[in-house]
């Protein structure tokens, strides 16, 4: 079993920053890679942001140049900074830990960008 505890989430105004984090615990062993989804309403999920166990990243094109994602493996904890946020940003953030192939989730941080 994996346990993914997600933190950061909350309001913010438009062109504010926040910053997501993601512990992950339990019968973990690398490499795995962990990441970050969002789920707006009406929406399917999709990816923001993944990274590898050697810190390799990849972004959606609607988030790079303002998200930065990063791993702590020492804690097996992946953060993502948040910074000119838009009002389409608004939606539930899940911490993802893919291991062997095996998708793990968080219960989902809701992020709203609003004046």
């Known amino acids: 079993q994996v346990q993914l505890v997600e933190s950061g989430g909350g309001l913010v105004q438009p062109g504010g920053s926040l910053r997501l984090s993601c512990a992950a615990s339990?019968?973990?062993?690398?490499?795995?890679?962990m990441g970050w989804h969002r789920q707006a309403p009406g929406k399917q999920r999709e990816l923001v942001a993944g990274i590898g166990g050697g810190g390799s990243a990849n972004y959606a094109d609607s988030v790079k140049g303002r998200f930065t994602i990063s791993r702590d493996n020492a804690k097996n904890t992946v953060y993502l900074q948040m910074n000119s946020l838009k009002p389409e940003d608004t939606a539930v953030y899940y911490c993802n830990l893919v291991l062997r192939g095996v998708p793990w989730w968080g219960q989902g941080t809701q992020v709203t960008v609003s004046s």
């Open positions: 339990g019968s973990i062993f690398r490499p795995f890679v």
